[in-house]
């Protein structure tokens, strides 16, 4: 008889798991929408003068970034260290990992609870040369000065913010595997098929738009590939063409398409 019990708990664990699951997931997102809704024009004000990126959205992905950004910077406990607290702090650095993995699934980077956002160039380590951002097994820390610099294009090619998030979308698919977007994990294969052969001839001392620190180790390479495909995707895909449709399929997006869908709009 207990034998008989034990099983059908065991059997009802297994069997109801999964619809209990994605009852209790399309519940949450519901109760979460419906909290979103009311701060969906807060979130637009703080975004759309400062992302690009965003603007360039039609209305449906629009509202679709900022319901992600809304639940990513809900999941996330933000500290300020040396810096004053500002209302767009959290909200225009979710925004930045919203758009990296906007093409994606998975894109809350969950094994990161914690993000911290420091004034402007600090010492990390035993480094000697200063940090604008890095992330390791304790979260994502980020200069705010330089991360303002990259989301409003004062710095050709670099954007502190895209650099980091995408070291946090590496970390979760290949180092902690914490949250593996299939697609990502997949695709990533062809990308290095792409990409490899272009870090190693870096690493002999060839150049091209990367700049050198991307030579740096394969960590750096791709995240500094993620910069430059959003913030330069015109001579990326005019210098590198393979390594920019490598990232494009990865990502499943394309600046560019939304760039001409833009100008088409325009
Ligand atoms: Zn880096």
Not at 59 to 78: H, M, V
């Amino acid at each position: 008889m207990e034998i008989l019990f034990i099983f059908l708990v065991v059997f009802g664990i297994i069997v109801l798991h999964g619809p209990v699951s994605n009852w209790y997931n399309r519940f949450y997102v519901r109760r979460q929408y419906k909290k979103f809704l009311s701060q969906e024009t807060f979130l637009h004000s703080i975004i759309s003068p400062n992302l690009k990126y965003y603007n360039r959205l039609n209305l449906e992905d629009q509202r679709k970034f900022l319901f992600r950004t809304y639940l990513f910077r809900r999941a996330k406990r933000f500290h300020y260290i040396e810096v004053t607290e500002s209302a767009e702090m959290p909200v225009l650095i979710s925004a930045v990992a919203v758009q990296l993995t906007f093409g994606l699934d998975k894109y809350m980077l969950n094994y990161f609870k914690d993000i911290f956002v420091l004034k402007d160039d600090y010492h990390y380590g035993f480094y000697s040369r200063p940090f604008q951002g890095h992330v390791d097994h304790s979260g994502i820390y980020l200069s705010w000065d330089n991360f303002m610099k990259g989301v409003k294009g004062l710095s050709p090619n670099c954007n502190v913010g895209l650099h980091e998030m995408g070291h946090a979308l590496a970390y979760v698919n290949f180092i902690t595997q914490t949250e593996e977007d299939k697609h990502f994990k997949k695709e990533f294969k062809s990308f290095s098929k792409v990409a490899r052969p272009i870090f190693e001839s870096m690493q002999k001392g060839s150049k091209n738009i990367l700049g050198d620190y991307a030579g740096t180790n394969y960590h750096e390479f791709w995240a500094v590939s993620v910069e430059v495909f959003f913030e330069n995707p015109l001579r990326l895909r005019h210098e590198l063409p393979a390594l920019y449709n490598a990232i494009s399929m990865l990502l499943r997006q394309d600046p560019m398409v939304v760039l001409n869908t833009n100008k088409l709009a325009a």
